[in-house]
């Protein structure tokens, strides 16, 4: 599975911006799809995460500020962010996981300004 995450940027504090991850291969098999982060001097951290039934999870941080959700298609996953945060910012990655393999985006940058 391959991955493109589009949509990071540079955003005011208390802005939205919406992050999408196109997925392309043999998707018939997954299991999960989720966005992670890792800012600087950090470890990546677990944002949120959809399983393929439809449950979802979130870090605490960003419970009732960030929504994950999957398209029609079933090929792209995306993360709304609202009342973002300077402490939101770093690079943001997709993760895909499948019966087989587990696969990472190369990752799209946010920064928050305050």
């Known amino acids: 599975v391959q991955l493109l995450e589009s949509g990071g940027g540079l955003v005011q504090a208390g802005g939205p911006l919406r992050l999408s991850c196109a997925a392309s291969?043999?998707?018939?098999?997954?299991?999960?799809m989720g966005w992670y982060r890792q800012a600087p001097g950090k470890q990546r951290e677990l944002v949120a995460t959809l399983t393929r039934g439809g449950s979802t999870n979130y870090a605490d941080s960003v419970k009732g500020r960030f929504t994950i959700s999957r398209g029609d298609a079933k090929d792209t996953v995306y993360l709304r962010m609202n009342s973002l945060r300077p402490e939101d910012t770093g690079v943001y990655y997709c993760k895909v996981e499948t019966l087989f393999s587990t696969s990472w985006g190369q990752g799209t940058q946010v920064t928050v300004s305050s």
């Open positions: 291969g043999s998707l018939s098999s997954v299991i999960a």
